[in-house]
């Protein structure tokens, strides 16, 4: 079963400041902004005087709802070697004359581009397991799982996604989740995720007896929904890995659980990857939800990436569904796991079923160490998406909203009161 590795790495929330130690270039400390300004000539130029001794990253105007709003909204990003110089350019703005609002916005990617700026920010799990790993005391294994990790950890964006020779070892233990979840996926998965699966067996990418390799995944998903896969060498902060789904990126790990007890990882590995998200990843209305929780994290709070981050347990990791009269699975986390997905289907030990509701999801703790007592049911990915639209629009506090551009395959800010994140608003930039 899978246990919640996602959610250990959610005292790593980055705040404000946003550092990153794997290169010179990407230590540097970045902060941003939303500072509200006089819609009148010369507004800006006062501003951009509070700037000082750091590196201007971006400013952006963000639309105003009409010409005659008395103030304008600039989203500025800057960064520096050292914090100093950054705050010190944070308390001049506040003091700015002209600028009578000023609201901290932690660092957030408009493109998958923009993702070169966290590569390399993940924990170390994927090398340094924790005394109750089924690997901890096995070295053989935790040589392979570093080397792995490192083989991940050297990729950068453009590059092909590192190719693993998975050894005998390995493929026997994907081919027991494989054959052991087949019966069990066939009676409890969605109708989404069948069909993805099939049409993956199909193409040849899923077999029992061969673990697929992330590069091939990844141009077959991108081919289907847009979405990339990018690998990680250990978990990814909560904020990191929300964002990235915003632009169309999932993070998946490679390693592969260990050996002897193959039906049991204490955090996410290929088979929980490739046997539960991947598949409902090929679905365009189940991409379309998956994007609107990183649109509604996009320099939202650390509060508010919490509540997302239980948003995404919720639905992602442990949905379930409504279909013909019957509850299915369609998180990744059930649908990866032999236990859950009968405790969750079947009601094997007490569990409760409740309507998805993102406000109460979003409120709720969950056990990562026992199966959960809780789950939300969705009539559908597209109600299920206008309830998280309608919770993000009005929960998630932000000055901006933010948008997909499917043509310039990107986020634009908009101007809309605080609206979290949606695909189909009008202003846009
Ligand atoms: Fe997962």
Same mark, same amino acid.
């Given at each position: 079963?899978?246990?919640?590795?996602?959610?250990?790495?959610?005292?790593?929330?980055?705040?404000?400041?946003?550092?990153?130690?794997?290169?010179?270039?990407?230590?540097?400390?970045?902060?941003?902004?939303?500072?509200?300004?006089?819609?009148?000539?010369?507004?800006?130029?006062?501003?951009?005087?509070?700037?000082?001794?750091?590196?201007?990253?971006?400013?952006?105007?963000?639309?105003?709802?009409?010409?005659?709003?008395?103030?304008?909204?600039?989203?500025?990003?800057?960064?520096?070697?050292?914090?100093?110089?950054?705050?010190?350019?944070?308390?001049?703005?506040?003091?700015?004359?002209?600028?009578?609002?000023?609201?901290?916005?932690?660092?957030?990617?408009?493109?998958?581009?923009?993702?070169?700026?966290?590569?390399?920010?993940?924990?170390?799990?994927?090398?340094?397991?924790?005394?109750?790993?089924?690997?901890?005391?096995?070295?053989?294994?935790?040589?392979?799982?570093?080397?792995?990790?490192?083989?991940?950890?050297?990729?950068?964006?453009?590059?092909?996604?590192?190719?693993?020779?998975?050894?005998?070892?390995?493929?026997?233990?994907?081919?027991?989740?494989?054959?052991?979840?087949?019966?069990?996926?066939?009676?409890?998965?969605?109708?989404?995720?069948?069909?993805?699966?099939?049409?993956?067996?199909?193409?040849?990418?899923?077999?029992?007896?061969?673990?697929?390799?992330?590069?091939?995944?990844?141009?077959?998903?991108?081919?289907?929904?847009?979405?990339?896969?990018?690998?990680?060498?250990?978990?990814?902060?909560?904020?990191?890995?929300?964002?990235?789904?915003?632009?169309?990126?999932?993070?998946?790990?490679?390693?592969?659980?260990?050996?002897?007890?193959?039906?049991?990882?204490?955090?996410?590995?290929?088979?929980?990857?490739?046997?539960?998200?991947?598949?409902?990843?090929?679905?365009?209305?189940?991409?379309?939800?998956?994007?609107?929780?990183?649109?509604?994290?996009?320099?939202?709070?650390?509060?508010?990436?919490?509540?997302?981050?239980?948003?995404?347990?919720?639905?992602?990791?442990?949905?379930?569904?409504?279909?013909?009269?019957?509850?299915?699975?369609?998180?990744?986390?059930?649908?990866?796991?032999?236990?859950?997905?009968?405790?969750?289907?079947?009601?094997?030990?007490?569990?409760?079923? !409740?309507?998805?509701?993102?406000?109460?999801?979003?409120?709720?703790?969950?056990?990562?160490?026992?199966?959960?007592?809780?789950?939300? !049911?969705?009539?559908?990915?597209?109600?299920?998406?206008?309830?998280?639209?309608?919770?993000?629009?009005?929960?998630?506090?932000?000055?901006?909203?933010?948008?997909?551009?499917?043509?310039?395959?990107?986020?634009?800010?908009?101007?809309?009161?605080?609206?979290?994140?949606?695909?189909?608003?009008?202003?846009?930039?």
């Amino acid at each position: 079963m899978l246990r919640g590795a996602f959610q250990r790495s959610g005292g790593l929330l980055r705040r404000t400041f946003d550092r990153s130690s794997s290169t010179l270039a990407e230590s540097m400390v970045r902060a941003g902004a939303v500072v509200s300004v006089p819609n009148d000539p010369g507004a800006l130029r006062d501003l951009l005087r509070s700037i000082d001794r750091v590196n201007l990253t971006r400013i952006e105007s963000i639309p105003l709802a009409d010409d005659a709003q008395q103030m304008a909204n600039i989203h500025l990003e800057f960064c520096a070697g050292t914090e100093e110089p950054v705050n010190n350019t944070l308390e001049n703005l506040r003091k700015s004359p002209s600028a009578v609002e000023l609201t901290g916005v932690p660092w957030f990617p408009r493109t998958q581009k923009d993702l070169e700026r966290i590569e390399g920010q993940t924990m170390q799990f994927g090398e340094e397991l924790e005394a109750d790993h089924p690997g901890f005391l096995d070295k053989e294994y935790r040589k392979r799982r570093s080397l792995i990790a490192q083989a991940d950890k050297s990729y950068r964006l453009g590059m092909k996604i590192p190719k693993v020779n998975y050894v005998q070892s390995e493929t026997s233990t994907w081919k027991t989740i494989y054959e052991t979840m087949e019966p069990l996926r066939n009676k409890h998965a969605c109708r989404e995720f069948l069909n993805a699966f099939s049409a993956m067996e199909t193409a040849g990418i899923m077999k029992a007896d061969h673990i697929p390799q992330l590069q091939t995944l990844d141009d077959y998903l991108n081919d289907r929904t847009g979405w990339r896969i990018r690998p990680v060498s250990g978990l990814v902060s909560p904020r990191n890995f929300l964002n990235a789904l915003a632009v169309k990126v999932f993070h998946s790990t490679q390693y592969i659980r260990h050996h002897d007890q193959p039906l049991y990882t204490p955090e996410p590995d290929i088979c929980h990857e490739v046997l539960g998200h991947i598949p409902m990843l090929c679905d365009p209305g189940f991409a379309a939800f998956s994007q609107e929780i990183g649109l509604a994290s996009l320099g939202a709070s650390d509060d508010d990436i919490e509540r997302l981050a239980r948003c995404y347990w919720f639905t992602v990791e442990f949905g379930l569904c409504r279909q013909d009269g019957q509850v299915k699975a369609y998180g990744a986390g059930v649908l990866s796991s032999y236990g859950e997905i009968e405790h969750a289907i079947m009601g094997s030990e007490a569990r409760t079923l !409740v309507d998805w509701d993102p406000m109460v999801a979003s409120q709720t703790d969950y056990p990562i160490t026992k199966y959960q007592p809780l789950y939300f !049911v969705a009539n559908n990915f597209t109600a299920a998406r206008h309830k998280l639209v309608a919770f993000t629009s009005k929960e998630i506090k932000r000055p901006f909203g933010t948008v997909f551009n499917d043509e310039r395959n990107e986020v634009s800010i908009t101007w809309q009161g605080g609206r979290a994140g949606s695909h189909d608003s009008t202003t846009t930039m």
